[in-house]
């Protein structure tokens, strides 16, 4: 009896765990600091500036870049609307910054996701954090708190100011 327990438990922990590991992000558990989000910030301003720019001016033709998303051919949706010149720019650009760097692209807002998590079949609560332009200001996208490091549990959108229009985003949705 023993031993079918001791078998048991290993093969049911398995079993119970295995949802958790198809629709969890391994990343979720240590979203990027802060400070390390200024910082890539910084050192990189000139490169978020001109993306910043450039997703302002494709507000309507693309809601979602990412380097993995511009070399798949054919390119799809909104994508096959930009010159290969401007996707080219675009990866290089994002790829200077963090090779997986992920652009979202709206009127109120142009994000930066550099950790995201949660279902991958949009089922349950997912969140993103990253840093974001907010070329209307913030009052239309969330609420400015003074630190993110750690996530906060409510749905909701929150952003730490970095510099004008420019903010650490941490969004939770349920």
């Known amino acids: ?24 992000d391994p990343v ?4 990027p600091k802060d400070a390390e989000l ?5 050192s990189h301003h000139d490169a978020f500036e001109r993306l910043a720019a450039m997703g302002m001016e494709d507000t309507g033709i693309v809601s979602l870049l990412s380097p993995e998303m511009l070399n798949e051919q054919p390119l799809t949706d909104g994508r096959k609307a930009l010159s290969p010149e401007r996707g080219g720019e675009c990866v290089r650009l ?17 994000t ?7 279902s991958t079949l949009s089922i349950g609560p997912g969140w ?43 969004v939770h949705l349920d």
């Open 1 to 24: 009896m023993f031993v079918r327990l001791i078998r048991f438990v290993p093969t049911a922990t398995v079993i119970l765990a295995a949802p958790c590991l198809l629709w969890c």
């Open 28 to 31: 979720a558990a240590n979203p």
């Open 38 to 42: 200024v910082s890539s910030f910084r």
């Open 94 to 110: 994002l790829t200077s910054i963090t090779p997986d760097l992920v652009m979202g692209i709206d009127f109120d807002r142009i």
């Open 112 to 118: 930066f996701s550099y950790s995201r998590g949660g």
């Open 128 to 170: 993103m954090k990253g840093i974001a332009y907010l070329p209307h200001g913030y009052e239309r996208v969330g609420m400015v708190v003074t630190n993110l490091d750690k996530p906060p549990s409510q749905d909701d959108v929150y952003l730490v100011p970095i510099q004008s229009n420019w903010y650490i985003i941490y």
